[in-house]
């Protein structure tokens, strides 16, 4: 279809419009607005060997360039960043529309790329800013595959176009950790849609295996280690093979959210997640929806190629997600489905092509019936975008939305908890503190929220065994122990306070040798 392109980036443009009102919402803020690197270009040098998150966390520094590009061109206005985000989301989605249209028939094309722009899993991509980061991500993936099937269906690639080829996997890289998987995407289309012809070994693979090695080599350099994030604290201390069972449970979820995301929220987690090593029927129903994906791959792989590749691009795009290689910072998000989204879009236009020759025979009935309710699920996905492009127009929305879609996830509470604390609620702190605790309290984190949020309205009687708690879980947590150790001198309890320098001294936490100095040093 000639303007197929132009259509489906029309309408994912339009869906996400409401979101140029937006301000900066959650993440934003400490990625963004608080940001001083990003506040311009006159720090670009800087960008390029710093870490993306405050604390030395992960490596973006494409997606960190755009952003200080977007604030030299607005003055730091949120409407020029969204607008970007708009922007690249209408691009994606005319990406998509490329790749399904070199696979599928032009009608099962077409409408595996409306299904695309209208998924309202992508809300959380378009209407928060650091969503940008997942589309320059998935931008360079969609480019590079699709150019490889172009340019390999023409012949043997050039040496041009091998080079172009491991650019777009390195600035997939730059952008977000995913794009660590291009080049298995590559290798994915290759072994499923290629026939009988195949790359030979050589600068293709050289080339792609330089452009990761040059991503881990930066990262290393800047990061001083390759993983780059703190673990999130169910998976404190938690082995591999121990996070691959806990993440079975996780599985559902993402096939609901993929399927049917009528429930959109922005943190999942403990407790409403039953994620844990011993395996349940949440672990169970995860392990039986992979197996039937491996059996649908290996069952297709030659009939249906692109369907096998479709279900290969999802599991490759949720792999670097799963933290079964590393721990992440998180359990899951809705922002990381993006990517597997495209695989999603091409396993439904493939079903949809191969049903092509049985809907022309399909009674008059039978196929309007099918037609109205193929219309109505694009309606209530289209509404279902609208509606939730509200929850991220202010921080203020966002937080209280968040607590009502997530009451029985902790982080829900535990992130509304410091919202309201940096807002001086301290009130409201301590109470969203308390659902989070009460909910899961193996999160150091949460302690030192609740502990601190008590220490602020003069209560550290109250606090001090809280915080103590979170020194507990968490030794080498330096700033709940300085909590503990500033409410005991606070209430008077010095032995306390000396005891929790001294253990940090031991630890090898130098920073707290003075304070045990001073807390020795006899009074005058």
Known sequence: MKHGAPVVAALAAALALPSLFNGFV???????????????????????????????????????????????????????????????????AALVFRLCGRLLPPPAALLAAVLFALHPVHVEVVANVVGQAELLAAICALLAVERYLAWSAQGELSQLQRLLLAGLTLLGILAKETGY????????????????????????????????????????????????????????????????????????????????????????????????ASPGFAHFAGLILLAAVAALVARNWRRRPVLAFGLLWMLLGLAPVSNVAAATGILMAERTLFLPSVGLALVLGAALASLRPRWSAAPAGLRVAAAGGALGLLGLAAARDLTRQAAWRSQEAFFAQLQRDAPRTYRAHFVASRYFYGERRFAEAERAARRALALYSLDPQVHEQLGQALRVQGRCGEALPILAVGVRLAPDRTTVRSRLIECALTAGDTARALAAANEAVALGQAEFRGTAERLTRPRP
């Not at 608080?34 to 520094?61: M, T």
């Not at 409407?79 to 209408?90: G, K, P, Q, W």
């Not at 938690?238 to 096939?255: K, N, Q």
């Open 181 to 276: 998987v291009i080049p298995l995407l590559l290798a994915a289309a290759q072994l499923t849609l290629a026939g009988q012809r195949r790359e030979r070994p050589g600068d293709f693979y050289v080339l792609q295996g330089a452009a990761v090695v040059v991503g881990l080599l930066l990262r290393l350099a800047v990061l001083g280690g390759l993983a780059g994030e703190n673990p999130a604290a169910i998976f404190r201390g938690v082995g591999a093979g121990s996070r691959a069972i806990a993440m079975l449970a996780v599985v559902p979820e993402w096939a609901r959210l993929l399927l049917w995301p009528a429930h959109l929220q922005a943190e999942y987690g403990p407790p409403a997640l039953p994620v844990s």
């Open 26 to 92: 959650y993440d934003d803020v400490l990625v963004i607005l608080q940001n001083p690197l990003v506040h311009g270009l006159s720090h670009s040098g800087e960008l390029w060997h710093s870490s993306y998150w405050p604390a030395g966390l992960l490596y973006r520094p494409l997606t960190s360039q755009l952003f200080a590009l977007q604030w030299a061109l607005g003055g730091g206005s949120p409407m020029v960043f969204h607008a970007v985000s708009i922007l690249l989301a209408a691009v994606t």
